[in-house]
């Protein structure tokens, strides 16, 4: 399978806790996004990075979220402090950027999460 | 600013009848604008887009929609619904100017009845 992939699919943890999320972005895509989708609601904007670099950040990412792209490839989501207002779904996607003015935006499956 | 407003968050059909899912947007500038479809369990799959030309766009699955400019609107049609068209759809629009950022409307979910 050569699409976007996360880890884990699932994740329940207590308040409090920190969690880390996974995303693996389709090969030499080299924009990745990450979206919330909570209860009920489309996917929400959170960040996308082009390469290593983060690009933009929404306003729903507090200062308990931390996001990276090390190397260009993967990223990792990071909540601190989890709060029950986290949990949701995390979906992250991936495009490649090229000269044409529209570039498709692939999503894997999610992650799930819930903060007891 | 960008939105969308998906009309109705549940919609029921019998199968073999005629799909119609409501979206109207609201955008400063020229739109990009799509129909993502969202299986349980399952990330979102793209139905079909309008970015320029045609108005009437033909997706997969036996999908199509229309940009309506002068309304706004971004209507998902399928002449005959099948039990597999049950899931939630997502209409959502970004700024051709910058297709980095998506804004989804709320969901539609699609029940179809035998």
């Known amino acids: 399978d050569t699409g976007v992939s996360q880890d884990p699919r699932h994740k329940i943890t207590k308040r409090g806790q920190n969690v880390t999320f996974r995303c693996d972005p389709i090969?030499?895509?080299?924009?990745l996004y990450w979206y919330r989708q909570t209860l009920g609601q489309g996917p929400e904007f959170l960040t996308y990075f082009q390469n290593e670099a983060q690009l933009e950040k929404s306003r729903l990412l507090s200062d308990r979220f931390s996001a990276e792209r090390p190397k260009g490839s993967f990223s990792t989501l990071e909540i601190q402090r989890t709060e029950q207002g986290d949990s949701a779904m995390y979906l992250c996607?991936?495009?490649?950027?090229?000269?044409?003015?529209?570039?498709?935006?692939?999503f894997g499956p999610g992650t799930r999460l819930t903060v007891l | 600013a960008q939105s969308v407003t998906q009309l109705g968050s549940h919609v029921s059909v019998s199968e073999g009848a005629l799909v119609l899912l409501r979206c109207n947007y609201s955008?400063?500038?020229?739109?990009?604008l799509f129909w993502y479809v969202q299986y349980p369990n399952q990330g979102l799959q793209l139905l079909l887009k309008?970015?320029?030309?045609?108005?009437l766009v033909k997706g997969i699955n036996g999908f199509e929609a229309e940009f309506k400019k002068s309304e706004t609107s971004f209507h998902l049609t399928k002449p005959s619904a099948h039990m597999s068209d049950a899931a939630e759809y997502f209409c959502?629009?970004?700024?051709?100017?910058?297709?980095?950022?998506?804004?989804f409307g709320k969901g539609t979910r699609l029940h179809i009845l035998p």
């Open positions: 309008y970015t320029t030309g045609a108005t």
């Open positions: 090969s030499e895509h080299n924009r």
């Open positions: 996607a991936s495009s490649v950027l090229t000269g044409r003015t529209y570039n498709e935006q692939f």
């Open positions: 959502a629009v970004s700024d051709m100017n910058r297709d980095d950022k998506i804004i």
């Open positions: 955008s400063s500038v020229p739109p990009y």
